[in-house]
């Protein structure tokens, strides 16, 4: 079974920075992308960028260039989300997804149960 | 990269049907066909619904279809349920390993 579990909620000052672990297990870590998704309350949801776990390589949204960086660690089949900088804004469930495990086709088929970050002063 | 359009919402009765739009770029939904759909339940991780335009993962039912002519995707619901109330959200490829999602349309069962 396909499981994206992923860290618990964190409360940060702006101009922090939070990071948000996403450990998989169901499949093999390496063949396939890892995803970060931001949804503001009440709001849509926004890519902010993926990574590749077997090269180590990342993409990331225009938006967010610079703020947030996605790596991956292939020993503890985890990857990881961090956003610096933070500010009211970026208040947010954060959630991974992974690609293409269970279809075909660049779509995000499992998800994490999400990770709320509160930023507040 | 701008946002994909859907409606804010949509609404039916049961039993009916309802079409959502997504109209995006020749640089995203026009220019590749990868456009996925979600359903989003409230509190809820987003499921899959679409993906490749028109495919249904496993376990979806055929009351979920898809089209495409150029820059825009439409889903309909067939056959509207309670069940069905919920936000769906389309999302394209957009070239590059980038992805854009539509901003989403609550669909209400009246």
């Not at chain 1, 920075?17 to 890892?34: E, L, N, P, Q, R």
């Not at chain 1, 390589?57 to 900088?85: C, N, P, W």
């Not at chain 2, 496993?58 to 150029?70: H, L």
């Amino acid at each position: 079974e396909v499981q994206l579990v992923q860290s618990g909620a964190e409360v940060k000052k702006p101009g922090a920075t939070v990071k948000i672990s996403c450990k998989v297990s169901g499949y093999t870590f390496t063949d396939y992308y890892i995803h970060w998704v931001q949804q503001a309350p009440g709001k849509g949801l926004q890519w902010l960028g993926l990574v590749d776990p077997e090269a180590g390589e990342s993409v990331y949204a225009e938006k967010f260039q610079g703020r947030v960086t996605i790596t991956a660690d292939t020993s503890t089949d985890t990857a990881y989300m961090e956003l610096s900088s933070l500010r009211s804004e970026d208040t947010a469930v954060y959630y991974c997804a992974v690609a293409g495990v269970a279809v075909a086709g660049l779509s995000f088929d499992f998800w994490g149960q999400g990770t709320l970050v509160t930023v507040s002063s | 990269q701008s946002a994909l359009t859907q409606p804010p919402s949509a609404s039916g009765s049961p039993g009916q049907s309802v079409t959502i739009s997504c109209t995006g770029t020749s640089s995203d939904v026009g220019g590749y066909n990868y456009v996925s759909w979600y359903q989003q339940h409230p509190g809820k991780a987003p499921k899959l619904l679409i993906y490749a335009v028109n495919k249904r993962p496993s376990g979806v039912p055929d009351r979920f279809s898809v089209s495409k002519s150029g820059n825009t995707a439409s889903l309909t619901v067939s056959g509207l349920q309670a069940e069905d109330e919920a936000d769906y959200y389309c999302c394209s490829y957009a070239g590059s390993n980038n992805y854009v999602f539509g901003t989403g349309t609550k669909v209400t069962v009246l």
